[in-house]
């Protein structure tokens, strides 16, 4: 009977069209036409919540930055807990002729605590290093586990909790039932490595499962449950919060690991895990260069711009990825106390590179170039100056010396064509 159920309940949703689903979940429907964009007063992030203006550098880092890292941990990501003091870092697995003798793989057990769910990541080096320099780093969360990126028969399966949203049920996903290497088209790892590059990755599933209960099998719940309380406040961290904090506990071990240059790490994410990598450039000062790959709402594009998603679909569908606080903003954009020109600027002076798809018109790839612009008063302040362009380019024109950005043909996805920019854009910014 409840088999029966669920095979209907997912060929009804299977069966739904955009706008039919929108319905069901009583959503606006999005918005595609240019036209009714309408008007809309981006907030100034050179202009203090006291009314002074930022004129210079040390007021940005000083005060300025602050106060705006305050309102994005209260109002939209959620605060983290500190760094923990009683991590510990445990190596296995570890091949030095891995990738038919490229690199050297690793698997790292990031413990918070004792007790704490473990965060399993997965490190390639490259073993050819000039005069046996430690590597720079590109880290990214994966979505499916850490066998997912590569077919390496080497890599430890990762099970993964799941929700089934037509059945509205959890289940665990054995590892066998994952592929080796089904997203190996997002992983490029042989490019990475012969350009010099170190990976780092780790599953989501680790920190958090991606669904509204999954807070429970992972580190929210763990703090959560650590603090004596059951519920968490308006200002306690989200999904993302989490997720971003731990690419952080992953940058402390490369800090620990002599192949590995922390000085230089890249963070990457695409998606979910692109507005992830951009409120971790936010937080971290360690992320040396910080990548959003189609990100969206709620990553760099502008959230004013009501074109794509907006926040109520973020707060309805992703209720898990923002703060409490953040609900209060549905349909109200306009009283956000910042928005995603400011989420990319609080990186600064490092460099941040932005990329779209023409397909991807739900990520609203226009407002998300516009946000890439209106970030580059901030850098000015650094002495890194990068004339504003009005334009959003054509596709395969990358832009931008220390605010990259390019519009790539296709659609929602990370491609070797986006990895090549984010590549050269490493080296320049490296000096490689
Ligand atoms: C959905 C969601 C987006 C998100 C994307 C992803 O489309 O609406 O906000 O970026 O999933 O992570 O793939």
Not at 314 to 340: A, I
Not at 348 to 371: I, M, N
Request: charged content about 25%; proline content about 7%.
């Amino acid at each position: 009977m409840r088999f029966r159920f669920a095979a209907f309940a997912l060929l009804i949703s299977l069966a739904m069209n955009d706008e039919e689903l929108f319905a069901a979940d009583d959503l606006p429907p999005p918005n595609y036409d240019e036209d009714k964009v309408g008007s809309y007063l981006l907030p100034d992030p050179l202009t203090c919540l006291d009314g002074a203006p930022v004129v210079d550098a040390a007021t940005w880092t000083s005060k300025r930055r602050p106060e705006l890292l305050e309102l994005y941990r209260r109002e939209m990501f959620g605060r983290a807990p500190a760094k923990p003091t009683e991590m510990t870092f445990e190596q296995a697995n570890i091949d030095e002729q891995a990738l038919g003798g490229l690199a050297t793989r690793k698997e790292v057990l990031i413990r918070v605590a004792p007790d704490a769910p473990v965060i399993r990541l997965l490190l390639y080096v490259p073993n050819k290093r000039p005069a046996g320099k430690p590597a720079p780093v590109f880290l990214g969360m994966n979505f499916d586990g850490n066998h997912t990126v590569d077919a390496d028969p080497g890599i430890t399966l990762v099970e993964a909790w799941q929700y089934d949203r037509a059945t509205k049920t959890e289940s665990q996903v054995k590892p066998d039932e994952l592929k080796r290497g089904a997203s190996a088209s997002r992983w490029p790892l042989k490019l990475i490595l012969e350009r010099g590059y170190a990976v780092a990755t780790f599953p989501r599933s680790d920190v958090e499962a991606d669904y509204e209960g999954g807070w429970r099998h992972g580190l929210r719940g763990y703090y959560l449950k650590k603090s004596g309380r059951t519920e968490f406040a308006p200002d306690d961290w989200g999904a993302i919060g989490a997720w971003a904090w731990s690419m952080s506990r992953a940058i402390d071990y490369l800090e620990t690991d002599a192949s590995c240059d922390a000085k230089r790490v890249v963070i990457h994410g695409h998606s979910r895990l692109g507005k992830t990598s951009l409120w971790c450039g936010a937080e971290d000062t360690r992320a040396a260069i910080v990548i959003s790959n189609d990100s969206g709402e709620g990553g760099a594009a502008l959230a004013r711009r009501k074109f794509g998603e907006t926040t109520i679909v973020l707060n309805t569908r992703f209720p898990h990825w923002f703060c409490g606080n953040f609900k209060k903003y549905s349909e109200k954009e306009s009283t956000l106390p910042f928005d995603s020109h400011e989420l990319i600027a609080l990186s600064a002076p490092r460099p941040v590179y932005v990329a779209s798809a023409t397909e991807d018109q739900w990520a609203d790839p226009k407002g998300e170039f516009l946000a890439t612009q209106h970030a580059l008063p901030v850098y000015a302040l650094f002495g890194k100056k990068q004339a504003a362009v009005e334009r959003q380019p054509s596709p395969e024109t990358p832009i931008g010396d220390v605010v990259g950005y390019h519009l790539r043909t296709g659609k929602h996805d990370i491609t070797e064509y986006d990895w090549r920019r984010y590549l050269d854009f490493a080296d320049r910014h490296f000096g490689r």
